[in-house]
């Protein structure tokens, strides 16, 4: 791992007695995950600059989803060891991943667990690591047993109370995931006037939708919702529109009225813009990418969460 040193623009080190100057500008992202967000055991903060640093495990689940994008075989491998050593418990010889650090944790996240299991499957075979698929097998059965109900998948599983979540999170869903899981049908999220609702109950499938709009959520499960009974022409209609006049897309909007309830925007949004695009209207996906080029660069500062950055080169690298 690469050890961090004070910085403000340029790094400056000696290697066998030579002074070697470092842009920060120049760094590729995962240079700057390791300089700004990695500690030295791998593990990865929310935030490059805090008191408190939190290490999720949705960090580390993004991290290896361009580490194999990438193919950085080392690396990946690295975090798979970070995963074992502060994620992964073993209870009643069943196998299950914490939500994030911590000796008290006893919880998952769906969406978390899934995201590694799915991202473990495919390095299996494209670094030709065997043992990937085995851990991946694993960790799919607690989510099969204990964590699929009514067909619906809880948000969350406690394996000390062994309580189930009484929601789903439709963010939460994706075509890939569920094939994993192999249900009979998959769960269909409702439709909320311009957008959806972001849950419903495993008991009787009763929809609950927020007052805002959390675009994250709004753009995941619409890209989800794609060529299916739950697409939303009216929320398709109305992002669009938001782009045309106003060449921009805010964190959160208001439901009833569609309109904006902050004022900033967002990496990750305009990330989940462009998949969302790509798959309905790709000529404003590119023009998203160029008009928005900033939040898709290397460069990430102490306001940045980690969802959000690695959501940016994510994208940019794929296009």
């Not at 700057?32 to 949705?58: R, V």
């Not at 085995?134 to 948000?155: C, F, M, R, S």
């Not at 023009?287 to 940019?316: A, C, P």
Request: net charge neutral; hydrophobic share 35%.
């Amino acid at each position: 791992m690469m050890k961090k040193f004070s910085i403000v623009i340029i790094l400056i080190f000696s290697i066998g007695g030579a002074m070697i100057y470092l842009n920060l500008n120049s760094l590729d992202a995962i240079e700057t995950i390791e300089m700004k967000y990695a500690t030295d055991e791998g593990l990865i903060k929310n935030y490059s600059q805090t008191d408190k640093p939190e290490y999720l495990l949705e960090s580390t689940g993004l991290y290896m989803e361009l580490l194999l994008q990438r193919k950085e075989k080392v690396r990946f491998n690295d975090q798979v060891n970070v995963l074992k050593k502060f994620f992964i418990v073993k209870v009643d010889n069943e196998l299950f991943i914490k939500w994030k650090t911590g000796s008290d944790i006893s919880v998952n996240a769906f969406i978390d667990d899934i995201r590694i299991i799915h991202i473990l499957r495919q390095a299996a075979d494209i670094f030709d690591r065997q043992e990937y698929r085995i851990l991946a097998d694993e960790l799919t059965q607690p989510i099969k047993k204990y964590q699929i109900v009514n067909n619906q998948i809880p948000h969350y599983y406690d394996w000390n109370s062994k309580y189930p979540a009484p929601t789903m999170v439709n963010s939460y869903l994706h075509d890939d995931y569920l094939k994993i899981l192999v249900l009979d049908r998959h769960p269909s999220p409702n439709i909320d006037g311009l957008f959806f609702a972001e849950e419903q109950t495993i008991q009787n499938n009763k929809p609950i939708s927020s007052e805002e709009a959390h675009m994250v959520d709004q753009l995941l499960i619409a890209t989800y919702c794609i060529d299916k009974s739950c697409e939303n022409p009216q929320f398709h209609g109305w992002l669009k529109k938001q782009w045309d006049e106003k060449k921009l897309i805010n964190g959160r909007y208001n439901k009833k009225n569609g309109e904006p309830t902050v004022n900033y925007e967002s990496r990750a949004v305009y990330a989940l813009a462009v998949l969302y695009f790509n798959k309905t209207q790709p000529s404003i996906a590119k023009e998203i990418l160029k008009r928005k080029s900033s939040f898709f660069s290397n460069r990430t500062d102490s306001n940045t969460h980690f969802f959000d950055y690695v959501h940016g080169v994510i994208v940019s690298y794929e296009e």
